[in-house]
């Protein structure tokens, strides 16, 4: 069964830092693997989708890297501002199923 | 793009009652939803995966006669929580998988639905 992890639970910066949000896997037979963004109390707003064949997918100031071969992926946000606070939550597809990181909740103080 | 609607966006019931919730896509056929479950400060976890014109397939440790699913259509799927409990309120999500393109890759979330149960 895919497990998925996600480092730091919570994160807390300035405005204007730069910051790296983790998620380990532990199947690497994946087909690709999204990054979503969840406000309390909200739905998942779908970042990035990284297909298992590439090394990196950017939007904006997003960009999410993919190591399949050690299970890992990274978020990386650029310039944090406060409006990118929230929940950021990491997926792996394996078969049919969804399975969800347990989260990074981010904070940016302005 | 593809929308997945949910609906009620949030309900308050007493203990005892009974819960539907929908979940609908809305440009784009779905042979197959999930349901998926989320308590505060924690991740989603999936409850079941709902079949159109078949029986549901329930996670581990989902009670399926006290969450009771019906995929009646290709843009419906249903979601009924009976004789709630306070235990029972959370957020609830479903997504569809969209048939005409294979793979889990191409699934949408709807928006969730949030039970409180008194």
């Known amino acids: 069964k895919q497990e998925v992890t996600q480092i730091p639970a919570a994160l807390s910066v300035p405005e204007g830092e730069n910051l790296v949000l983790n998620c380990s896997f532990t199947?690497?037979?994946?087909?690709?693997l999204q990054w979503f963004r969840q406000d309390p109390g909200k739905g998942l707003t779908s970042l990035l989708l990284i297909q298992s064949s590439q090394r990196e997918q950017t939007s904006g100031r997003l960009n999410a890297s993919l190591d399949k071969s050690s299970g890992r992926s990274t978020l990386y946000i650029a310039a944090s501002q406060p409006g990118d606070s929230a929940t950021y939550l990491c997926?792996?597809?394996?078969?049919?199923?969804?399975?969800f990181g347990t989260g990074t909740s981010l904070t940016v103080i302005p | 793009g593809a929308v997945v609607s949910q609906h009620p966006s949030w309900v308050i019931c007493k203990s005892g009652t009974s819960v539907k919730i929908e979940c609908r896509s809305l440009?784009?056929?779905?042979?197959?939803m999930f349901w998926y479950r989320q308590f505060p400060k924690q991740s989603l976890m999936l409850m079941a995966t709902?079949?159109?014109?078949?029986?549901?397939?329930?996670e581990q440790g989902v009670e399926k006669d006290k969450f009771l699913i019906n995929h009646a259509s290709l843009t419906l799927s249903t979601l009924t929580v009976t004789s709630a409990h306070p235990e029972d309120s959370s957020f609830y999500i479903c997504s569809a998988a969209d048939s005409g393109r294979a793979g889990a890759d191409t699934q949408y979330f709807g928006p969730g639905t949030r039970l409180t149960v008194l």
């Open positions: 709902s079949n159109e014109g078949s029986k549901a397939t329930y």
């Open positions: 199947d690497s037979a994946i087909y690709n």
């Open positions: 997926a792996v597809p394996t078969g049919n199923q969804f399975y």
């Open positions: 440009d784009f056929q779905a042979t197959t």
